[in-house]
């Protein structure tokens, strides 16, 4: 209930920051699949810290471990679990601020829930968990891509700078996995001059999923948006989501945001995607159109105002290798939880085939 | 799975808009409390048709029957399941119309998913089963109250006229259940203009949550705004959602977004709520916040190209007694579902109450 | 979670036994299906009180409403509610034992749990809640049967009369549901004379599935004898349940209880089937059969000690029209529990099918 | 949903016996509790083969690792992740039978259901993964124990032979774990006679939960004894459950069967406990007793018949260091999950405690 996603498809994750390892399990994972291991490597190395300028100076590993479920490389229907090994972690760096709660993260929250909490690095909120849905996602997207779908994501928002014009042809390079447009090299400079400034900005997300087939996803409480949307607030960074024309469709006219249709060489082809690929839950066959909000990194080496975990005033300021923004490294998170909750609904959605 | 929402404290729905009755099943509803009829009976009158000048000229009378789960007036912790026979359905308003896809409606997707669809009235994806939400919520609120929680919402931007200042102190008066602000009668004005234009707006509801404990939600998937984020998508109209901050968390730095803290008279306070209450998907004792954004009302008098379900090429224009704009109306399903997913978390909560 | 049965095809059921109506909602119901409905009813009036001379004889109508899900009575893939409103339910029956906790009942236990209860006629635990469970069953059987498979149960042991040999050709004829045996006559005067004495008997009822395909259930928490396990206990009377050689399978050896293999025809065929159809939680393709233990009806009109509601020794002697046995009428109820668990899995594998 | 089990408290399990490691993961596990390192490893131990005479040959160190969840060895409420390396495996004795379906296995269901299987040792659906259930039935068992709640389970019936006259006070010592009776040498001497003759034998295990307070459990599909027939039936080798007088209940009158009531010392007393502790599915304040039947274990050293994974007649017989009886072994197993079923249960009754 609490650490897992999905219905059929299900990851369910484990592990701190700074314990023995974390990772997960992947059930409900279809029978001989033979797994791309690089695909997967490359994956893990797209969110990894340390691999783009952009992001904190740590640089960690993340070798993945499958410890079930494979049998000469080829997955058996049975649960995979996978381990990442914690080796990097200095837990040192948070020797200072134990007793002090970080503004803008879970520590206060967590104490007050559990009456304990794993001081180091954020423990189970640590944004090093979303490595486990990395995984999870890769597989997912293995799956899609036999069903003809691709999940792809880029920044096109950062620091307040929004991406123009641009094309849609995912994936995206490194450093801030952005689409080519005018101002990306502009977005990058301002989450530099944030980190010189010890501070950080936050931005925004845009996920596609292509190829995704008509009648994925319920009615009512199991729309696929409302799956989506789950989806993604579960990211702890993600403060908003929004599908197709989003927040603007309240304010157009029915008459603009209503997608037209017209018959094409006997294909139902819609005029506007304003729906985002979702009408009343169900995907319509357009691209699935998705935007998240990323908060500023909470860790900032500045001081700011807080209490200690026997509630008294204090100071803090959080050092550390900490990304002056995490949108970037988000990307491939986002894209990881697309991946697991549409694989998921067209699984179910098979249940039912005529 | 699919038409069931919560995890102990659910709500199942049932019913198409043109058929015998809707109505739903509450499960996981402690025992004991006596339930207040007329509450109940004026959180359905918020939502139903006609009740506005803004709304739809149908006027229905939306009787609610409980059928289980009580005796002399007193919860017994059973399930609580009613019905509201539909009666003033006239399903000739759709004969015109039974065989083209309403662009912006979930007809065609309806059709292609399952091959057959109940073409009166947008059958099961019609805003009418909304009304079982709002009974759900009413007992969800119930609950609530006796843990000190409310829940208000109100319309902070309609046809793209935001409410610049206000004070909160919901419930606020129909017929747009706005909050008192100088924008109000323009809001009012242009729905009701864009009515006589054969159109419809959008808008943007707020809800908060007071007296919500610190604690409630879990870390990683059940994350409480991931959870009130499936819940706010899962209204048909809704195409966004944000907390807190939301979307302007992006274009922040974490110097302005974070909250930081302060004792005071021996209880936490945080100096800002750009969170909207949660950390780390747990509730931090703030007011929870959250906005949804509600598209305009697909449903319009106006030409618009589409299909049959035949599939061939045709024009649309959609008569019958529509609302203009469905966010006055949407404003207590909000409060439902959030409610009803606050309820479920506190309930959840309780197994680990120290 | 507390009053829904299944995962992907669910039956949740609501009701108590002289509230106003009992009736469920069935989810996850495949689209396209034109419902047949006098084999609902013909199902309906197997569980029916009064249908046989060995039951109460209280007489029920048990009149179903479908409310939602069908049009033109076609399954529309939208939730299927159906209500029975309580009509021949006479409460004054308990007026003298309402205070009095009726041994082998779950009164005590409500109380204890809910610290409110419905002494009218066991309430919520009341037999009468079967009738929802046989109504899915009934459309749990038309969607087996598109799949070929058929359920069929029968009593084969009653008041310690055990039917010595019999052929399975189900369904059975009242009023006992026995296959045709050198002992039915027997039990049927064994259940009469139990009357006489104002006492009760139980039974063991066999349930049968044939035409299973090979592959049905999943290892470890998913086996299909587990959920089929959960279906049968959740039956109030039921209080072991076994699987092919069973409780005797404790008693034999290895190489007799394995079921040995041979290829006729192309064919797989088991030379026994001690597995009872079942392998590792997965079907085998033989005939799933279980057996399930009846407990004699706890209602009886003999003195027995007790307490009452405010825990003070007393009698008590239950009047009213009770079963002398239930373990006839809860034939169908069985095969209704069965075939939900089949359809369910049957629909979960899916999914994967290649 | 596959591998998963439980609501609240839940344990996921993964691994096959001849893998990299099995192990878990426990979640929705209390924070605040200093977890007692030896009663695990005296648990698994308990489990362990080789531990005894009348297991088999292997032996296998079954060392636990705890990966996540625990911070000074107090849990923190976030998920416990475990593994056990697979360090004594030999594959080699499989690879005469790799392509051949070991009657009374899951070999063939697995090829059938999934096309692929994993040959070494059953892979999946050995009973090596039941370490992983005896781990998590050990941190169950622990958080019952602080609510006064105690399990207990041992072998009351080996090859045929019942114990007839013992005291219960577990638990029962190795090689058996059986109550001291007049039988148990008996029992002790027929499992190894069985292995002598290269066949195996069954039994039945008796489980008794102290202490569970009143009201645990829900009425209808959420009884106590659904979930807990759902536990046991998922372990592999069990073929049948029963609850208190159970299939003699079928055999009874009402009036025997009845447990009969009366206040004592101001609490309330059953005269007698055929009911195994629980009412309408709620717990009633005494023991709750049931019995798994445990069917003989399926791989003997003798010739049967069988077919191959290409389908064609074969003969088999399955050497190996295999136990000519699991009754023992599995005591702590069906503990386990009881231990699991009912700390699951008692959380959720939690959420509603007045």
Redesign the interface.
């Known amino acids: 209930?609490?650490?897992?996603?999905g219905?059929?498809l299900?990851l369910?994750?484990?592990?701190?920051s700074h314990?023995?390892?974390?990772?997960?399990?992947v059930?409900?994972y279809?029978?001989?699949i033979a797994l791309d291991m690089e695909m997967i490597e490359s994956e893990m190395a797209r969110r990894r810290p340390g691999s783009t300028k952009l992001g904190t100076a740590r640089s960690e590993k993340d070798e993945v471990?499958?410890?079930?479920?494979?049998?000469n490389g080829?997955t058996?229907?049975?649960?995979?679990?996978f381990?990442i090994e914690n080796t990097s972690q200095i837990s040192s760096h948070y020797s200072d601020i134990e007793h002090k709660?970080r503004?803008?993260?879970?520590d206060?929250?967590?104490q007050?829930?559990?009456?304990?909490?794993?001081p180091r690095g954020g423990?189970?909120?640590s944004g090093r968990?979303t490595a486990a849905r990395v995984f999870g996602g890769a597989l997912a997207k293995q799956l899609l891509s036999s069903f003809g779908v691709s999940i792809g994501a880029g920044v096109i928002?950062a620091?307040?700078i929004k991406a123009t014009s641009y094309e849609w042809n995912p994936p995206f390079p490194p450093p801030l996995y952005a689409p080519d447009c005018p101002e990306r090299e502009s977005m990058i400079n301002a989450i530099e001059k944030?980190k010189e400034e010890c501070?950080?900005?936050?931005?925004?997300i845009e996920c596609r999923a292509s190829g995704v087939p008509?009648?994925i996803g319920?009615?009512?409480?199991?729309?696929l948006?409302?799956?989506?949307?789950?989806?993604?607030?579960?990211i702890?960074a993600v403060?908003?989501?929004?599908?197709?024309?989003?927040?603007e469709?309240?304010?157009?006219?029915?008459?603009?945001?209503?997608?037209?249709?017209?018959?094409e060489n006997?294909e139902?082809r819609f005029?506007s995607n304003n729906?985002?690929g979702i009408?009343?839950?169900?995907?319509?066959?357009n691209d699935i159109v998705l935007r998240a909000?990323?908060?500023?990194?909470?860790?900032?080496a500045?001081e700011?105002?807080?209490?200690t975990d026997t509630?008294?005033?204090t100071d803090i300021c959080v050092h550390g290798r900490h990304d002056p923004s995490i949108?970037a490294r988000a990307v491939v998170v986002v894209e990881a939880m697309a991946a697991l909750t549409i694989a998921d609904a067209l699984?179910?959605?098979?249940?039912?085939?005529?």
Do not use: W
Not at 12 to 16: A, C, D, H, L
């Open positions: 209930m609490f650490n897992t996603f219905r059929i299900t369910t994750t484990f592990g701190e314990g023995k390892a974390i990772g997960g399990i059930d409900g279809p029978a001989g471990k499958i410890l079930s479920g494979l049998y080829v058996t229907g049975t649960p995979i679990a381990m709660m503004p803008g993260h879970a206060y929250t967590f007050a829930k559990y009456g304990i909490r794993d423990g189970r909120s968990e928002e620091a307040g944030a501070d950080s900005v936050g931005g925004i008509v009648g319920d009615p009512v409480f199991g729309k948006d409302a799956l989506l949307a789950h989806a993604m607030l579960s702890g403060k908003g989501v929004e599908f197709g024309s989003g927040f469709a309240a304010r157009k006219r029915g008459s603009e945001n209503n997608d037209q249709m017209r018959m006997g139902v005029l729906a985002g009408l009343g839950g169900i995907s319509n066959g909000a990323i908060k500023p990194t909470p860790s900032i500045r700011q105002l807080t209490i509630y008294e005033d949108v699984l179910v959605r098979r249940c039912y085939e005529r």
